[in-house]
């Protein structure tokens, strides 16, 4: 179907930089060719760069050939599934390319599971294959394994392909070999100069399995496949107009459909360098950016805020971008604006989902995006490329009028098309084609879409819908306020009340009820909070996303 002539996409071609398309045609449709189309025209362009280390794409390619022959070798045959259970090293490249090279699928799991967490997941994909930290074999690994066997597993270690071994991250870390697990680095120079057999991959299979971050439920293996890979990327080169050759600073974590898509396969497609730096800290990464200079990236806000909060960090530790984009939970007008602030970059937003394959509505490389008036909302941009919007009734799916409340419905070549081994989960949010996202948000006319908060975070108080997200923008206007998270709590007279958990920035302090007046005079009566709990640090996904399903009660 051509999206442009579509009625419900038309308001807001307005929004397209001059001389945009409505619709995108992709370059390719098979994630791994690619890869092998930035390899094959620049092979010697760098590919990754990790701290004191740079791997061309002829090196990566190379490496990626021989841990497939070596996967082939071992038993894996077409279809199989290969666990990365890594942090962002070069190896979750390696171990993902290498995947399909072998005709299988990489499934990306977050490296801070637990072994019962873990162990769900192995359960669910069954994969032939695991690659994993060797220090984790010792633990988390070694534990589920115990209960869910691998067949094939392979060990690595993050002081691999680095010789600096910055105490901030890799203090105390040493090489840890487990009998029976195959080290990464020993089959690739086993296998050095072998080419695994030639494998395409129609659009619709799948690429990667991506689990759903488990914040409402049991975690879902999103079949992401090549098509979807391969058309998110180019609406990330696209949309955004990112020089080819640009570099992408992996900020978001590579086991997220962002790192996979906004970091991984858009490097690719630029056939730039992926800077990587193991996991977040913020000294390192600003260190990262000093060093490599990237163009571009995509990441929490909360990273975004230890950024721009790091002591000592000054604007021209960031001059070398020339796009931040956040996505993955609300962005606070008032962060937005500190930043810019501080740095002359403005966060521009996108929204996606998992099953959205990353961005489904992006903020328009030439414009900022308004904010609601009603809920305080800040824009996350207009839909995309062939991709239309619905708000839909949250109950009945029947589409509403412009401004009006509901939940946001998404249908583009991005959607998955469904669940790992889940058919009635793929039934429940798949329906004639559009997703449900189960994200309470509105359409302006103009076609710009604002997220009013989760479905299930709504807070009823004598009968006043609350969003946790319009109390936590005005939180952090105070300059006290480092992090916020609003959730509700069991009050006898309202049925529940409006519950403020905070981190504050560093030497400030203010008093519960300092915290409560601000709000007062900022808000409907039934809105400000009436409790307010300050901790440390407030409780994260490995993506940055706050937890508010542990700060109840």
Aim: aromatic share 8%; proline share 7%; glycine share 8%.
């Amino acid at each position: 179907m051509n999206m442009a002539t579509n009625a419900e996409t038309r308001p807001w071609l307005a929004c397209y930089a001059p001389g945009d398309p409505a619709d995108l045609t992709p370059e390719f449709d098979d994630a791994l060719a690619l890869f092998r189309a930035a390899a094959t025209r620049a092979p010697e362009r760098p590919a990754i760069r990790y701290f004191d280390t740079t791997l061309s794409y002829a090196e990566l390619d190379a490496l990626s050939d021989a841990l497939a022959v070596a996967l082939v070798e071992a038993g894996m045959r077409p279809g199989d599934r290969v666990a990365l259970f890594l942090q962002n090293v070069p190896q979750f490249v390696i171990g993902e390319i290498a995947a399909w090279k072998a005709g299988g699928i990489a499934v990306s799991i977050n490296p801070m599971n637990r072994e019962r967490e873990l162990g769900v997941l192995l359960a669910d994909c069954e994969p032939v294959a695991i690659i994993a930290h060797d220090t984790d074999y010792a633990g988390a690994v070694g534990k589920a394994l115990a209960e869910h066997p691998v067949r094939i597993r392979i060990a690595t270690s993050a002081l691999d392909f680095q010789t600096r071994n910055d105490p901030r991250l890799f203090d105390g870390l040493r090489r840890h070999a487990e009998e029976g697990v195959a080290d990464l680095l020993e089959l690739t120079r086993r296998h050095a100069g072998s080419k695994p057999a030639p494998v395409h991959f129609p659009a619709a299979d799948t690429a990667l399995l991506v689990y759903t971050s488990g914040t409402t439920g049991v975690p879902k293996g999103a079949m992401n496949t090549h098509g979807n890979v391969c058309f998110t990327a180019q609406v990330y080169r696209d949309w955004i107009h990112l020089p080819d050759g640009s570099a992408v600073l992996g900020l978001a974590p590579l086991f997220h459909v962002t790192g996979l898509i906004g970091h991984i396969a858009l490097a690719w497609l630029l056939a730039g360098p992926l800077v990587l730096s193991y996991r977040f800290n913020t000294g390192v990464m600003i260190d990262s950016i000093i060093e490599h200079q990237p163009a571009f990236t995509i990441g929490s806000i909360t990273a975004l805020i230890a950024i721009m909060n790091h002591p000592g960090v000054e604007a021209s530790a960031l001059a070398s971008f020339q796009a931040v984009y956040s996505g993955g939970a609300a962005i606070p007008p008032a962060v937005v604006d500190a930043f810019r602030s501080k740095f002359g970059l403005y966060i521009r937003s996108g929204y996606g989902l998992t099953e959205t394959t990353s961005p489904a509505t992006v903020t328009p490389r030439h414009l900022e995006s308004p904010v609601d008036p009603d809920s305080g909302a800040l824009s996350v941009g207009v839909p995309t490329f062939n991709t239309a919007i619905r708000i839909g009734d949250p109950e009945t799916g029947v589409p509403l009028p412009r401004g009006q409340e509901g939940e946001i419905l998404i249908k583009g070549p991005q959607v998955v098309p469904g669940y790992w081994k889940k058919p009635d989960k793929t039934a429940q949010a798949l329906h004639d084609g559009w997703l449900a996202t189960g994200d309470i948000g509105v359409m302006n006319d103009a076609g710009w879409v604002f997220v009013i908060d989760r479905k299930k975070d709504m807070i009823n108080a004598s009968g006043y819908k609350v969003w946790p997200r319009e109390v936590e923008d005005v939180l952090y206007t105070h300059p006290a306020v480092r992090e916020a998270a609003v959730v509700s709590f069991a009050d006898t007279y309202r049925g529940e009340s409006v519950k403020a958990v905070l981190s504050l920035k560093a030497g400030t302090r203010v008093t519960e009820a300092e915290i409560i007046d601000f709000c007062k005079q900022r808000m409907a009566a039934y809105k400000y909070p009436r409790k307010v709990e300050f901790l440390p640090e407030l409780p994260k996904t490995a993506t940055g996303k706050i937890l508010r399903r542990q700060l109840r009660g």
